[in-house]
């Protein structure tokens, strides 16, 4: 079991070597900065599980270091720790609700205090990994297909495109767990040379799965603005994934980046089930005709027997065919409820695209299908985080 390792950022050399003592004696791997900008640098490198910082800093004010520290995927969820020579309430407070998880004053009592509060949430994380995160991981979208070819891939590629752009600069990532077979490599033309893909990272050390690994390693496809986890190639490398390995590659994969959208294809399994019982948001992407009707239906059924809450599914209704045999209040009441969206057929531009390897803005930025396209994908980030619509600047500063 490796150490749980904390970042010590005091300015007061012999009040750090103390507290590193301190903690070194508890069991914890100290790491130490003198600033607030060494310790971003440290703490977004290292990744520490725990930040305990002083809040009168030579550089930065306590409240600018929480903030930045919160605002960046990488640290949403380190538990940071205030203690302080500084006692005013106001300071208290600011820091508290800029992502504090507690403000200790350095006083008789506060190593004590510390230890125990560190100790105390150590144990709650390790009962409940992701009841004490403190800040929201990055938005989990799920794209589930009511059955195959209904567009569900092309739909998952085009619209976290959109959202890469609306979110410019933020790191976005596509996931491909279709299984026995991706496709979203092939249609993104992603290098096909990068070593990584699903599988072999359910078969990674979760200790292994860094930001920097991450981002390091995962594809760019030109023009697409994200990042792309490739899938399986084949039913034989299918076999290999390693089930245990999918909940911490999720949880790797949303602390570094800012929207994870998953492209789920028709499968349902325990696997989809993992992915889909987290997801912010669940698309469900079906033709609007009578079979499929009755599939998102079966689908919505099987959903609520899981648990997973009715109103986290987004419907899709998409027209990769020219038939269209049912439409607007037939077609709600065939499905028992409220279609989110609707994409017309779009003749053979969205597979010429795809076999262009390009999203579809980007050849044809002025048409109408593209508009609709990114008002869908303005509605999905709406319904994945109503508050960042609302309050832009917050998960801002990213690298
Ligand atoms: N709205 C649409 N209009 C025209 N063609 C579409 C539309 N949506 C998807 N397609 C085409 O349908 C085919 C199947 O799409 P794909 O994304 O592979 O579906 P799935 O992942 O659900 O199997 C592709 O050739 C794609 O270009
Ligand atoms: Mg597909």
Avoid at 382 to 392: F, G, K
Wanted: net charge negative; glycine share 8%.
């Amino acid at each position: 079991m490796p150490q749980p390792s904390v970042l010590l950022i005091d300015p007061d050399r012999s009040s750090a070597s103390f507290l590193r003592h301190m903690l070194e004696r508890a069991g914890y791997d100290v790491q130490w900065a003198p600033t607030g900008k060494e310790g971003l640098i440290a703490a977004w490198r290292d990744l520490p599980e725990a930040i305990v910082m002083e809040m009168d800093l030579p550089d930065l004010s306590g409240q600018e270091l929480v903030r930045k520290l919160r605002d960046n995927p990488r640290t949403q969820r380190t538990l940071l720790v205030a203690l302080t020579e500084l006692s005013t309430p106001e300071v208290a407070k600011a820091c508290l609700e800029a992502g504090l998880d507690e403000f200790i004053i350095k006083q008789t009592d506060a190593i004590d205090m510390l230890l125990r509060f560190l100790a105390r949430r150590q144990a709650g994380r390790k009962a409940h990994p992701d009841s004490t995160a403190p800040i929201r991981p990055g938005r989990l979208l799920a794209v589930l297909a009511a059955k195959g070819g209904v567009g569900a891939s092309s739909l998952a590629l085009n619209l976290t495109s959109h959202l890469a752009q609306i979110r410019s600069g933020r790191p976005i990532l596509v996931a491909d767990l279709v299984l026995p077979m991706g496709s979203l490599a092939e249609i993104t033309a992603a290098d096909p040379h990068e070593p990584v893909d699903v599988v072999s990272l359910t078969q990674t050390d979760p200790g292994a799965l860094t930001p920097e690994m991450l981002r390091g390693s995962l594809p760019t496809p030109k023009g697409w603005g994200f990042h792309l986890l490739p899938g399986s190639e084949n039913p034989r490398q299918a076999a290999s994934l390693r089930e245990e390995g999918l909940a911490p590659l999720l949880q790797s994969l949303r602390s570094c980046f800012q929207i994870v959208t998953v492209d789920l294809g028709h499968t349902f399994s325990r696997l989809s089930l993992l992915v889909l019982s987290q997801a912010d948001v669940i698309l469900l992407v079906f033709t609007p005709e009578p079979v499929a009707a009755t599939l998102v239906r079966r689908t919505m059924e099987y959903l609520d027997g899981e648990g997973i809450p009715a109103q986290r599914v987004f419907l899709l209704a998409n027209r990769p065919y020219g038939v269209e045999s049912l439409s607007g209040d037939g077609l709600e009441k065939a499905l028992g409820m409220p279609i989110a969206a609707g994409l017309p057929n779009l003749g053979s531009n969205m597979t010429l695209c795809n076999n262009l390897h390009a999203p579809l803005h980007l050849r044809f930025p002025e048409e109408t299908s593209t508009h609709s396209l990114r008002h869908i994908a303005e509605k999905l980030l709406q319904r994945m985080d109503p508050a960042e619509i609302e309050n832009p600047r917050r998960g801002g500063g990213l690298p």
